[in-house]
């Protein structure tokens, strides 16, 4: 518990162990099969980030039976289904409750052996850092919400959501990775501080190496930034030193909360930029070398231009 990994590891015998997880999510797109997707996507990413393969899921919902229609609920299961096919996970139970606000997630069993499992806050010092993923998909959300955001940018934020981290988790498994996080909630740099809380390490991060929705720059300087970004600017702000000048709305994107992110790897420097090359040309075109692990300032993020 006290590393705060993405998952529980179970070990079953000498060369296999069980990885269990769980999360659901409010809707964040109009469209109920999408919103499908994205839940269910949200929810395996936690295996991949342990290093596992997911094999079987339970759905988790909260369904305001007043006031939506079943046709809504059996779109957002198929969404989910067809996102578990994908993945190659078997659907087999759930539980439902009638609930005033709409909730979907997955409780995840994966499997991995126990050899091979990746930590949060195991990163070496010289580690290269490699994100999968985008950031800013709390702000497109939110001007999604309020009806800002334009078919473009919906478009790019959806499609990165319901992409999973499976061929990420598959190639990361061939090259000298350290540790694994996933960036959802808690932001980039949330996720960032916790591989190496507590520890004797320090982290550089690249403010123009980090993939960004373009129209989430545009949406934050606009004002369009979830609550969830400003919680995490307060908790974590007291982590991160600027060795630049950024932004104000630069500042909200480093901490805007994320919905089925990216991974971010721990990978050694001799390996870095044979695996960025793998995963671009597997189409995982975003990915990026955004910084690296050093030993100072311990427990503290620099953030530079």
Not at 135 to 157: H, N, P, R, S, Y
Not at 276 to 289: C, E, G
């Amino acid at each position: 518990m006290e590393a705060g990994d993405d998952a529980g590891v179970y070990r079953l015998s000498d060369d296999l162990a069980i990885i269990q997880t769980v999360d659901f999510i409010t809707p964040i797109v109009d469209d109920p099969y999408t919103f499908g997707q994205i839940a269910a996507a949200n929810s395996l990413s936690d295996v991949y980030a342990m290093g596992g393969t997911p094999i079987t899921a339970m759905n988790v919902v909260c369904f305001p039976t007043g006031s939506q229609e079943v046709s809504t609920l059996s779109d957002i299961l198929r969404g989910g289904l067809d996102k578990m096919k994908e993945a190659g996970v078997a659907l087999v139970g759930g539980h439902s409750i009638s609930d005033e606000e709409l909730k979907y997630g997955l409780s995840v069993t994966g499997i991995i052996h126990p050899s091979q499992i990746l930590r949060r806050n195991s990163p070496r010092v010289g580690d290269r850092l490699i994100l999968t993923k985008p950031i800013g998909t709390g702000i497109v959300a939110t001007a999604l919400k309020g009806g800002v955001a334009d078919a473009k940018a919906i478009e790019q934020a959806v499609r990165s959501m319901t992409t999973l981290n499976k061929k990420a988790a598959e190639l990361m498994r061939a090259a000298e990775v350290h540790a694994c996080t996933d960036v959802t909630g808690f932001s980039l740099m949330g996720h960032s501080y916790g591989m190496i809380a507590n520890s004797k390490l320090g982290m550089e991060i690249k403010i123009s190496a980090i993939p960004i929705f373009a129209a989430a720059r545009e949406f934050a300087s606009m004002g369009l930034v979830p609550g969830g970004t400003r919680r995490n600017r307060e908790y974590y702000c007291s982590h991160v030193e600027l060795a630049c000048d950024i932004s104000d709305e630069m500042r909200d994107i480093l901490f805007d909360p994320q919905t089925s992110g990216g991974l971010l790897i721990a990978v050694s420097s001799d390996t870095a930029d044979e695996l960025i090359k793998k995963m671009h040309r597997s189409k995982i075109t975003d990915a990026a070398v955004i910084g690296q692990i050093v030993d100072k300032p311990k427990g503290k993020i620099i953030i530079r231009g």
